[in-house]
């Protein structure tokens, strides 16, 4: 269990670094303020928790819209040319020289 754990954390930090943060940083809000009987930082933690899930669930969502509402490329040029194909080069054999 730790070891999967582990893999998802660093998995989720590699990711989204910054909303990875703020959700830890609200998770240790909550657990302080819950512990702490401080129930003001509690309610902030995880509001902060929740704002940072929602935040990255509506850009998933915006990125997820934007890639199905692609189209395919048009392409401004014919796929023919409409230039004649140039001649292949051949290395030719030059006479021999007689200076050395």
Known sequence: MNLIWTRFLRSAYRS???TSFVI?????E????GLGEHWSLMTFGLGTVGAAIA???WQH???H?????????VYALPPDSSRP???T??????PPSGKR
């Open 16 to 18: 989204e670094p910054i």
């Open 24 to 28: 830890t940083a609200g998770v240790v």
């Open 30 to 33: 909550a657990t302080i303020g």
């Open 55 to 57: 935040l990255r669930w």
């Open 61 to 63: 969502q915006r990125r």
């Open 65 to 73: 819209l934007s890639t199905v509402s692609e189209r395919s490329p």
């Open 85 to 87: 194909v140039l001649p």
């Open 89 to 94: 080069l051949r290395l030719s054999q030059k």
